[in-house]
T-cell receptor
């Protein structure tokens, strides 16, 4: 089945710890995105990548890092510098090249212990 | 920077009736895309409908249609023959042609009553 997978579904972070959220897609999409959703709010853009080996900061990139070494994968690291990481994280992808509809993964819920 | 405003935090509709969700946006661009996404309790984001700004014709997908007023920067969603499965959060989103990332509104929680 084609789609976007995110793992884990739930993730717990201790103080001072870095954690990595996985996002994988087998849709052959060029573009991938990370969004953060806080309770009762819409999604906000963290990072995005239009092509392999290239990515740009979104609106709330501080305390996060990403890599895009493979077309299928766009992992997000929540670093210890992110002081309020508790949120729901959604990964999305799109074909790119003028076809802009984004499709979303099921999300990862990050909680701080 | 673009902004998207959804002024109705919550709405309720009876099953089989019609409901309209409002969305306004602010941009200086001429070419862009607009979307409505649905987020049911599972929290999966599901595309409902999309509209290209250069198209004057309003988009329609089965029971879902939009009223796109470019000059007024308004993009409302009409759901006809509401079904219980339509109960969800609905997000309006804007995409510019530059970075091609989405800017979301704060959402409208729709409850369909039996």
């Amino acid at each position: 089945d084609g789609g976007i997978t995110q793992s884990p579904k739930y993730l717990f972070r201790k103080e001072g710890q870095n954690v990595t959220l996985s996002c994988e897609q087998n849709l052959n999409h060029d573009a991938m995105y990370w969004y953060r959703q806080d309770p009762g709010q819409g999604l906000r853009l963290i990072y995005y990548s239009q092509i392999v080996n290239d990515f740009q900061k979104g609106d709330i990139a501080e305390g996060y890092s990403v890599s895009r070494e493979k077309k299928e994968s766009f992992p997000l690291t929540v670093t210890s510098a992110q002081k309020n990481p508790t949120a729901f994280y959604l990964c999305a992808s799109s074909i790119g090249r003028g076809r802009e509809t984004q499709y979303f993964g099921p999300g990862t819920r990050l909680l701080v212990l | 920077a673009q902004t998207v405003t959804q002024s109705q935090p919550e709405m309720s509709v009876q099953e089989a009736e019609t409901v309209t969700l409002s969305c306004t946006y602010d941009t200086s661009e001429n070419n862009y895309y607009l979307f409505w996404y649905k987020q049911p309790p599972s929290r999966q984001m599901i595309l409902v409908i999309r509209q290209e700004a250069y198209k004057q014709q309003n988009a329609t997908e089965n029971r879902f249609s939009v009223n796109f007023q470019k000059a007024a920067k308004s993009f409302s969603l009409k759901i006809s023959d509401s079904q219980l499965g339509d109960t969800a959060m609905y997000f309006c989103a804007f995409m510019d042609t530059g970075r091609r990332a989405l800017t979301f509104g704060s959402g409208t929680r729709l409850q369909v009553q039996p």
